[in-house]
């Protein structure tokens, strides 16, 4: 038997150890019904139950590479492969008491097209699901099949209607609906801190870059693509020329720890004709005696305001000034040009932006160490020099002088390309 399933964990919330499954279960049997009663699938891996009473050769084989990974002779067992991501596995079941040489019972090739495949998104993260979800509609288009995605309610009124060709459910819908007893194959996204098996991934996503684990996960293209949003409407919410910023994060190590950057940033966006405003969904945040307030400056936009609301702000800024966090990822699929503030990730973990910001001098990229097991339970977790005078170093030592030059790129950059929200003069605000 396989090991039992690694935990996957959010890049943007607390999960690593959760209490409740972070994904429905598949079905307790097989759903794809075969010759002589046997019954299969692909959800979470290649799966074969086989009648009692009788002797099998069961055979599990790549199709692509031709290798045999599994064979058995048994009296009906059932059969789970080793891999829960894609594989394309044919599926060979011969009856021992049949005459030697007779042909298989069951010889079933993978092949998804028509048939119901479940992918499921963690719940309580947003920049994970944006920048995973563009694989699985790769994955929908190159397979034909009839792909459901399920995964937070608060997140799918981004995409349902940008992607009608694909169903959108919640996990409750999962578990209500009985969507798991209907899918020919399920594949379950995340962040695998623990597979060393590499059992539910190809290839660890601190090597690959956390969207682009998505694209071996499902055995599609990895190359980056930026997601069809759907934005609230309403036009720009207002007038004036702005710039939205986002301040806020789940741990420490992904803040800003430089103690003058946010005020040498606000106040050059000023001076610059911009107003700033803050759409992080809290005002402040933290834990025990550290807490992070909204920036001295910035005008306070926080609030629990729909996703679409947030990206209808985000598509008409100037840009967006943000952290390794789901907000930037938003800006991201809002097509806003992105100032991204990051030194505990390399910058192959998010999307490409020619603003991103990191400062080599100091301790970074301990996300990216696979040395380094991040603890979503520690706020201040800081792996290499925690209670130290260089805890946080990597951020603490990007200076507003670095942003502020990215900001001045990016805003130069926005004003002099064909982008479908230009900046209005100062003189007609």
């Known amino acids: 038997m396989p090991p039992p399933p690694a935990e996957p964990a959010s890049g943007d919330a607390p999960g690593a150890a959760q209490k409740k499954p972070a994904f429905p279960a598949p079905a307790s049997v097989p759903t794809q019904t075969g010759a002589e009663g046997i019954r299969f699938d692909f959800n979470a891996g290649a799966r074969v139950q086989l009648p009692t009473g009788r002797r099998w050769r069961v055979r599990l084989r790549d199709l692509d590479t031709g290798n045999i990974l599994f064979q058995n002779e048994n009296s009906g067992a059932m059969v789970l492969s080793a891999k829960r991501y894609y594989v394309r596995i044919g599926i060979e079941a011969w009856d021992l008491g049949q005459p030697e040489g007779s042909p298989p019972v069951l010889a079933h090739?993978?092949?998804?097209?028509?048939?119901?495949?479940l992918i499921q998104f963690p719940v309580g993260t947003l920049g994970d699901t944006i920048g995973w979800f563009p694989y699985a509609a790769r994955f929908a288009a190159e397979r034909r099949a009839r792909v459901v995605c399920a995964m937070s309610a608060l997140i799918i009124p981004l995409?349902?209607?940008?992607?009608?060709?694909?169903?959108?459910?919640?996990?409750?819908?999962?578990?209500?609906?009985?969507?798991a007893e209907q899918a020919y194959a399920t594949y379950s996204l995340g962040l695998f801190f623990d597979d060393k098996e590499s059992i539910h991934q190809p290839t660890d996503f601190r090597l690959v870059g956390?969207?682009?684990?998505?694209?071996?996960?499902?055995?599609?293209?990895?190359?980056?693509?930026?997601?069809?949003?759907?934005?609230?409407?309403?036009?720009?919410?207002?007038?004036?020329?702005?710039?939205?910023?986002?301040?806020?994060?789940?741990?420490?190590?992904?803040?800003?720890?430089?103690?003058?950057?946010?005020?040498?940033?606000?106040?050059?966006?000023?001076?610059?004709?911009?107003r700033v405003i803050c759409i992080d969904q809290k005002a402040v945040h933290g834990t025990g005696i550290v807490w992070n307030h909204i920036p001295h400056g910035a005008e306070d936009q926080t609030g629990d305001r729909p996703l679409a609301e947030?990206?209808?702000?985000?598509?008409?800024?100037?840009?967006?000034?943000?952290?390794?966090?789901?907000?930037?990822?938003?800006?991201?699929?809002?097509?806003?040009?992105?100032?991204?503030?990051?030194?505990?990730?390399?910058?192959?973990?998010?999307?490409?932006?020619?603003?991103?910001?990191?400062?080599?001098?100091?301790?970074?990229?301990?996300?990216?160490?696979?040395?380094?097991?991040?603890?979503?339970?520690?706020?201040?977790w800081c792996p290499r020099h925690a209670n130290t005078p260089r805890q946080f170093e990597c951020t603490r030592l990007i200076t507003g002088q670095q942003v502020i030059r990215a900001i001045d790129a990016a805003a130069s950059e926005r004003s002099a390309g064909p982008g479908p929200v230009p900046e209005p003069s100062r003189s007609s605000s």
Do not use: M
Not at 159 to 179: G, M, N, Q, T
Not at 233 to 241: A, L, M, Q, Y
């Open 210 to 274: 956390l969207h682009r684990t998505a694209g071996y996960i499902l055995g599609v293209d990895p190359a980056e693509e930026i997601p069809r949003i759907v934005t609230a409407p309403g036009g720009r919410p207002i007038e004036e020329p702005y710039v939205c910023i986002a301040a806020q994060s789940s741990s420490q190590c992904k803040y800003w720890n430089n103690p003058n950057g946010w005020r040498e940033v606000i106040a050059h966006l000023k001076q610059a004709g911009y």
């Open 310 to 380: 947030r990206a209808r702000w985000l598509q008409h800024a100037a840009l967006f000034v943000g952290l390794s966090s789901g907000l930037s990822w938003l800006a991201w699929a809002a097509r806003t040009p992105v100032v991204l503030i990051s030194g505990f990730t390399h910058p192959t973990n998010e999307f490409a932006t020619p603003f991103r910001v990191i400062n080599w001098h100091g301790c970074n990229s301990c996300w990216n160490d696979p040395r380094e097991r991040f603890d979503h339970h520690d706020f201040l």
């Open 109 to 117: 090739e993978y092949d998804a097209a028509g048939k119901p495949v």
């Open 159 to 179: 995409f349902r209607d940008a992607y009608p060709e694909i169903e959108f459910v919640s996990h409750e819908d999962v578990v209500a609906r009985k969507l």
